[in-house]
Every structure is written in C-alpha cells, then in structure tokens.
C-alpha cells in the first residue's frame, strides 16, 4: 500500500534546523548527506509506515504514533515521529534521540 506522506510545518523546520546544525557542526558535506538520506527515509514511510514501532510516548496521545529510528553509517541519532492510515503518513516531528519525549501539547 502507498501513502501520501506529509511532513507537517514544525517537523518540516525541526528537520532544516537538525540540518542546519550538522552544517555549521560537523561539515556542510555531511548535512546534505543526512538531509538526503533523511529525506529518502521519511519517503519510504508511503509504503513502510506498518514496519516501525509505537513511539516510546504513544500512550500520551490519542492516536497511534510510531516513530522510526535514523542515523547514517548505522547509528540512530533521530527519531521521526509519524501516524498514518490508509490514506497518508502525517509526519510529527524530527527529534534528537537525546530530546525529551515528545508531549500532546507539543503537538498544537
């Protein structure tokens, strides 16, 4: 099954500023190969979202949100946070794995 997926505005920004930060960080190489490669995993959500588990803090909200894990060369270092249903991925947010989980009011 393929789904519409759709970042919402502050994962959309979250995703830019964790971009950002690598750039200014580590290397403008290495952003836009975390971007891109970020960026090709949040797509393959369309026809792999049923894979990837409930995010830790799923019981705070009222929907299922699943979360899936990211990091190049083979270490998560964010977490994408996403619902879906037949239809669409709504993609949350794009944290750190050392942020504080996320809470409903984040959301708003």
């Not at 919402?8 to 971007?35: G, K």
């Not at 619902?83 to 984040?106: C, M, N, P, T, W």
Request: hydrophobic share 45%; net charge negative.
């Amino acid at each position: 099954m393929t789904r519409v997926v759709q970042l919402l505005p502050r994962a959309r920004i979250q995703l830019y500023e964790s971009a950002s930060w690598w750039a200014e960080n580590r290397s403008v190489t290495q952003a836009a190969r975390w971007l891109g490669e970020i960026e090709t995993a949040i797509a393959a959500l369309a026809s792999e979202a049923e894979r990837h588990p409930l995010a830790r803090e799923a019981e705070a909200f009222e929907f299922a949100l699943h979360q899936m894990n990211f990091g190049v060369s083979g270490s998560a270092t964010h977490r994408v946070l996403f619902s879906f249903d037949d239809a669409r991925v709504l993609v949350y947010a794009v944290r750190h794995l050392s942020q504080a989980e996320l809470k409903s009011g984040d959301l708003e």
